[in-house]
C-alpha cells in the first residue's frame, strides 16, 4: 500500500512540475511578444513623423505653385480647384492611415505593415519632388498648365483609388485584432484553468500524504491487533496458517471469495454433493473431503478453510472445514459422507456434531446444549470405550 501511495505522490509532482513549466514558458512567451509590440509602436511613431513632415513640404509647394498660377486666372482658378479637392482627398487618406496606423499597433502583425507604410513615405517622397518639378516647368512654360491639370486630375483618380483600398485593409485589420483578442482571452482562460487544477493537484497531494499517515496508524493498529488475536487463538489451542502450509492435501483459495452469511453457507452445503464421495481409508478419507469442500466453496466465491483436529491419547486426527460466517460466526462443517454436520470443536471437549437444521444462532456456542444432547454424532476413540476429546485445533485460511 505504501508502494502504491508513493507512486500516487510522483505522478501528482510530475504533474505540478509540468503543469508549473508551462505556465512559465507562458509567461516568457507573453513577456516577449509586449516587447516586440513596444518596439514595433516606436517605429511607427517615426515613421508618422516622417510622413507628417513630408506632408507640410507638400502643402508649401503646393501654396508656391498656386501664387505663381494667380496670373493666369481661370487656368490657375481651374488648378487651383483641383489642387484643392487633391488636398482634401490626402486629408481623408492620411486620417484614414491614421486610423489604420492605431488600430494595427494593436496587432502582432505590425511589422509587416510598418514595411507597407515606408513603402507609402518613400512614394510620397517621391511626389514632392514631382511636385517641385511641375512648380519650376508652371513657372517656366505657363502654357503646360493644362497639361498639368489633366496630370493632376489623373493623380486625384489615383489617390481615391489608394483610399478605398486603404479601407478596405483597415477593415481587415480591424478583424485580424478581434480575432487576436479572441484568443488573449482563450488564453487566459486557459491559465486561469491550469492554476485551478494546480490548487486541486496541491489539495489532492496534501490529503494523499494525510491519508498515507492514517493508512500507516490503522496497519499499526491492525498489527497490533492480529498479535493479541493470536496469542488469545494459542491460549484456546488453535493454531492459524495458510492454505499453502496444509501438508496432506492442495488447497485452492480464491482471493475473490468473501465471507458468507449463514443462509448462503448452508443455500452452498445444499448444493454441494462432497459427502455422497465413497470413502476409503487411506485414499479419499476426511483429507480428501475437507479439501473438495473447501476448493468448491473458494471457486463459487465463499471464503473457507480446512481445518484439522487432533485428539487426546488418538494417533489419528479429523479433518473438516471451518467458515467464518457474517451472523454465525466462525462455524466448522463436516462433510465426510452423509450427511452434512456441524461441529462442536473445542479444546478439553468431545467432539460432537449435529445436522444442519438443529442449529441455531443460539446454541451453535451454548456448551451446556451441546452437553446434554441426546442423539449426535460422534467419533469413537481407538480404544472402542469412550468419545474422542479435542487437544488441538490447527485452520489453514
Same mark, same amino acid.
Given at each position: 500500500? =505504501?508502494?502504491?501511495?508513493?507512486? /500516487? $505522490?510522483?505522478?501528482?509532482?510530475?504533474?505540478?512540475?509540468?503543469?508549473?513549466?508551462?505556465?512559465?514558458?507562458?509567461?516568457?512567451?507573453?513577456?516577449?511578444?509586449?516587447?516586440?509590440?513596444?518596439?514595433?509602436?516606436?517605429?511607427?511613431?517615426?515613421?508618422?513623423?516622417?510622413?507628417?513632415?513630408?506632408?507640410?513640404?507638400?502643402?508649401?509647394?503646393?501654396?508656391?505653385?498656386?501664387?505663381?498660377?494667380?496670373?493666369?486666372?481661370?487656368?490657375?482658378?481651374? %488648378?487651383?480647384?483641383?489642387?484643392?479637392? %487633391?488636398?482634401?482627398?490626402?486629408?481623408?487618406?492620411?486620417?484614414?492611415?491614421?486610423?489604420?496606423?492605431?488600430?494595427?499597433?494593436?496587432?502582432?502583425?505590425?511589422?509587416?505593415?510598418?514595411?507597407?507604410?515606408?513603402?507609402?513615405?518613400?512614394?510620397?517622397?517621391? @511626389?514632392?519632388?514631382?511636385?517641385?518639378?511641375?512648380?519650376?516647368?508652371?513657372?517656366?512654360?505657363?502654357?503646360?498648365?493644362?497639361?498639368?491639370?489633366?496630370?493632376?486630375?489623373?493623380?486625384?483618380?489615383?489617390?481615391?483609388? &489608394?483610399?478605398?483600398?486603404?479601407?478596405?485593409?483597415?477593415?481587415?485589420?480591424?478583424? #485580424?485584432?478581434?480575432?487576436?483578442?479572441?484568443?488573449?482571452?482563450?488564453?487566459?482562460? @486557459?491559465?486561469?484553468?491550469?492554476?485551478?487544477?494546480?490548487?486541486?493537484? #496541491?489539495?489532492?497531494?496534501?490529503?494523499?500524504?494525510?491519508?498515507?499517515?492514517?493508512?500507516?496508524?490503522?496497519?499499526?493498529?491492525?498489527?497490533?491487533?492480529?498479535?493479541?488475536? #493470536? &496469542?488469545?487463538?494459542?491460549?484456546?489451542? /488453535?493454531?492459524?496458517?495458510?492454505?499453502?502450509?496444509?501438508?496432506?492435501?492442495?488447497?485452492?483459495?480464491?482471493?475473490?471469495?468473501?465471507?458468507?452469511?449463514? =443462509?448462503? %453457507?448452508?443455500?452452498?452445503?445444499?448444493?454441494?454433493?462432497?459427502?455422497?464421495?465413497?470413502? /476409503?481409508?487411506?485414499?479419499?478419507?476426511?483429507?480428501?473431503?475437507?479439501?473438495?469442500?473447501?476448493? !468448491?466453496?473458494?471457486?463459487?466465491? $465463499?471464503?473457507?478453510?480446512?481445518?484439522?483436529?487432533?485428539?487426546?491419547?488418538? %494417533?489419528?486426527? !479429523?479433518?473438516?472445514?471451518?467458515?467464518?460466517?457474517?451472523?454465525?460466526?466462525?462455524?466448522?462443517?463436516?462433510?465426510?459422507?452423509?450427511?452434512?454436520? /456441524?461441529?462442536?470443536?473445542?479444546?478439553?471437549?468431545?467432539?460432537?456434531?449435529?445436522?444442519?437444521?438443529?442449529?441455531?444462532?443460539?446454541?451453535?456456542?451454548?456448551?451446556?446444549?451441546?452437553?446434554?444432547?441426546?442423539?449426535?454424532?460422534?467419533?469413537?476413540?481407538?480404544?472402542?470405550?469412550?468419545?474422542?476429546?479435542?487437544?488441538?485445533?490447527?485452520?489453514?485460511?
Amino acid at each position: 500500500m =505504501s508502494k502504491k501511495v508513493a507512486v /500516487i $505522490i510522483s505522478v501528482i509532482f510530475l504533474a505540478f512540475v509540468g503543469v508549473l513549466v508551462w505556465t512559465i514558458q507562458t509567461r516568457n512567451q507573453l513577456t516577449d511578444t509586449r516587447d516586440a509590440l513596444s518596439s514595433t509602436r516606436a517605429q511607427l511613431l517615426v515613421t508618422t513623423t516622417e510622413l507628417d513632415e513630408t506632408i507640410g513640404k507638400l502643402a508649401d509647394a503646393t501654396n508656391e505653385l498656386t501664387s505663381t498660377k494667380s496670373e493666369l486666372a481661370s487656368t490657375k482658378s481651374e %488648378l487651383a480647384s483641383t489642387k484643392t479637392e %487633391l488636398a482634401s482627398t490626402k486629408t481623408e487618406l492620411t486620417s484614414t492611415k491614421t486610423e489604420l496606423a492605431s488600430t494595427k499597433t494593436e496587432l502582432t502583425s505590425t511589422k509587416s505593415e510598418l514595411a507597407s507604410t515606408k513603402s507609402e513615405l518613400a512614394s510620397t517622397k517621391t @511626389e514632392l519632388t514631382s511636385t517641385k518639378t511641375e512648380l519650376a516647368s508652371t513657372k517656366t512654360e505657363l502654357t503646360s498648365t493644362k497639361s498639368e491639370l489633366a496630370s493632376t486630375k489623373s493623380e486625384l483618380a489615383s489617390t481615391k483609388t &489608394e483610399l478605398t483600398s486603404t479601407k478596405t485593409e483597415l477593415t481587415s485589420t480591424k478583424s #485580424q485584432l478581434t480575432s487576436t483578442k479572441s484568443e488573449l482571452a482563450s488564453t487566459k482562460s @486557459e491559465l486561469t484553468s491550469t492554476k485551478t487544477e494546480l490548487t486541486s493537484t #496541491q489539495n489532492q497531494l496534501k490529503s494523499a500524504q494525510q491519508g498515507s499517515s492514517d493508512i500507516q496508524a490503522r496497519l499499526s493498529s491492525t498489527q497490533q491487533q492480529l498479535a493479541v488475536a #493470536q &496469542e488469545t487463538l494459542k491460549g484456546l489451542g /488453535i493454531t492459524l496458517s495458510a492454505s499453502n502450509d496444509c501438508y496432506d492435501v492442495v488447497l485452492v483459495d480464491n482471493l475473490k471469495a468473501t465471507n458468507p452469511t449463514w =443462509s448462503q %453457507l448452508m443455500n452452498f452445503l445444499s448444493q454441494d454433493q462432497t459427502e455422497n464421495h465413497t470413502y /476409503i481409508k487411506d485414499v479419499y478419507d476426511c483429507s480428501q473431503f475437507s479439501r473438495d469442500v473447501h476448493n !468448491h466453496a473458494e471457486a463459487a466465491g $465463499i471464503r473457507a478453510a480446512e481445518m484439522v483436529v487432533r485428539f487426546k491419547d488418538e %494417533l489419528s486426527g !479429523h479433518a473438516l472445514n471451518a467458515f467464518l460466517t457474517t451472523d454465525y460466526g466462525l462455524v466448522y462443517v463436516s462433510c465426510t459422507e452423509p450427511p452434512d454436520t /456441524i461441529a462442536r470443536v473445542k479444546v478439553g471437549k468431545e467432539y460432537r456434531a449435529v445436522e444442519l437444521y438443529r442449529i441455531t444462532g443460539t446454541n451453535i456456542r451454548d456448551d451446556y446444549w451441546w452437553d446434554t444432547l441426546g442423539s449426535y454424532y460422534y467419533i469413537r476413540s481407538s480404544t472402542g470405550d469412550g468419545h474422542r476429546v479435542t487437544s488441538s485445533i490447527r485452520i489453514y485460511w
